[in-house]
């Protein structure tokens, strides 16, 4: 695969992901992806390019914004098939061999764009356990409940599975978020398709 190929290969699926998000992208954002100083077979004029786009984008915004489209593209491949995905391989190694702004694209970890709900989940999960230990305080105060006379019915506690409970109820935590991320980014896709076919 050629150096053009590959970026050409790379800048059409973000361009595809971000018609399937009916997110909009100028000429000069997708020129941007293209830009080089060391190749001009695929960056003619890097400094004007450059010069063009600064006067009119913030660069943070630009790369968070391709960042996620290049990464939500890739997952859309890996659902399309080993083919495909070994077809991005090959077109970022190609790329790897010089130096070419839409690698630094790639290689951003794409910002969350539910920073807020996430803290939010937290903090809510934070409050009901912080809660409930109030309210068991509470009880214990109130009707001067005492747990030593049901110790003896009791196992002692074991640390270690103790542990095992703790790191599952997290991992359990974290992969319903993650999941119910992925599910919120799929019917989002599903609605962006469905109202690209009535237009």
């Keep these: 695969m050629k150096t053009k190929e590959a970026k050409d290969f790379l800048v059409q699926e973000a361009i595809e992901q971000a018609a399937r998000e009916n997110i909009r992208l100028s000429d000069i954002e997708k020129k941007m992806m293209y830009f080089t100083e060391s190749d001009a077979s ?3 004029n890097p400094v004007e390019l450059n010069d063009e786009f600064e006067a009119q984008y ?3 915004e630009y790369e968070a ?6 990464h939500r593209a ?3 491949l890996k659902g399309e098939g080993p083919q495909r995905v070994r077809q991005w391989n090959l077109a970022i190694r190609t790329l790897r061999r010089g130096d070419h702004y839409i690698l630094v694209l790639w290689d ?4 969350t764009e539910h920073s807020v709900r996430e803290t939010l989940r ?4 934070g409050m009901l356990i912080a809660a409930g230990i109030f309210m068991v305080i509470i009880f214990q105060t109130k009707y001067s409940f005492s747990f030593d006379r049901y110790r003896k019915y009791l196992p002692a506690p074991n640390p270690r599975l103790a542990l095992v409970l703790f790191v599952g109820l997290f991992v359990l935590v974290l992969g319903g978020s993650r ?3 992925r599910l919120l980014l799929f019917w989002a896709e599903r609605r962006a398709k469905q109202g690209k076919n009535f237009e």
Aim: with cysteine.
């Design 65 to 70: 914004k391709i960042s996620r489209l290049l």
């Design 74 to 76: 890739f997952e859309r």
């Design 179 to 181: 999941l119910f991320d």
């Design 108 to 111: 951003t970890k794409p910002p």
């Design 122 to 125: 937290l903090l809510g999960a």
């Design 42 to 44: 695929t960056c003619e």
């Design 58 to 60: 913030d660069t943070p």
